[in-house]
């Protein structure tokens, strides 16, 4: 019986063996917390981020509604540049041009969204073509 109440003793003794996940977990959530103070306080301010990117004036207070953003979803690729100008109006800014098919520059402009400031519509023309469009989060 003495040897058993020895055996179950050296059990309850030894010490468990020590995991490596939790101090790895608990080292990613500080580099994780670290990282997101970092871009908090780094961030640029929406001003900043337009001024870097856009070309030219700015024109404040332009902004696209729900109902032009509809609109202009109706539109096809390839229609007249004049019917996307017709619904959205004047840019907010113009965005440098790049070549998104060989050999055809294609101009782009921006507009932020009304119901979201961080947002922005950019719209694609190549020469007098409508060629699409992309949303750009700030």
Do not use: N
Request: charged letters at 25%; glycine letters at 6%; proline letters at 7%.
């Amino acid at each position: 019986m003495r040897e058993s109440h020895q055996t179950v003793e050296r059990r309850y003794r030894a010490e468990p063996p020590r995991s490596t996940v939790k101090p790895l977990l608990a080292g990613g959530l500080m580099f994780a917390l670290v990282g997101l103070l970092m871009d908090v306080h780094g961030a640029a301010t929406p001003a900043k981020a337009t001024r870097s990117i856009c070309q030219g004036d700015v024109k404040a207070g332009v902004v696209v509604s729900r109902q032009q953003l509809a609109q202009l979803l109706a539109v096809p690729e390839r229609d007249r540049k004049s019917k996307v100008e017709a619904i959205l109006k004047e840019p907010y800014c113009q965005l440098p041009s790049l070549e998104v098919r060989a050999g055809v520059a294609a101009d782009r402009v921006a507009y932020p969204l009304a119901f979201d400031p961080q947002s922005w519509l950019v719209v694609l023309y190549e020469g007098d073509e409508y060629a699409g469009y992309e949303f750009r989060v700030q």
